[in-house]
């Protein structure tokens, strides 16, 4: 023991130099504002600026469908007719479809099989 304490006391800078190296390694790799902690914020804050700006650019586009909607009733009525199949009285509607349909093999329960 008494040999730890005069090598201590010879050698005074080297507490210091200890508990600094302790700080370090607790708040560079362990504690909540590590280095490690601090690389995944940056990547989550990237990932969220690319949602900003994905959401920014749908705002924009819905604010100029918006402003044309407004503005031109034509737009509108083309609108109703594209998204919602709405007709004019005199009018028929055909609707096609690209989907690739799977024939239905099994027999309908309202059909007569002989």
Not at 6 to 24: E, F, Q, T
Not at 68 to 74: A, I, T
């Amino acid at each position: 023991m008494k040999r730890f304490f005069a090598l201590m006391s010879r050698l005074r800078n080297l507490k210091y130099i200890i508990v600094l190296a302790i700080g370090v390694a607790f708040i560079g790799f362990i504690g909540s504002n590590s280095v490690w902690a601090h690389f995944g914020y940056m990547s989550r804050i990237s990932e969220l600026q690319e949602e900003i700006d994905h959401y920014d650019s749908e705002y924009r586009r819905d604010q100029a469908q918006i402003r044309q909607l407004v503005g031109n009733p034509k737009a509108m009525e083309r609108i109703a007719r594209e998204r919602y199949f709405m007709k004019m009285d005199d009018e028929d509607i055909f609707v096609l479809s690209d989907d690739a349909r799977t024939p239905n093999t099994k027999a309908h329960s309202d059909e007569t099989v002989e």
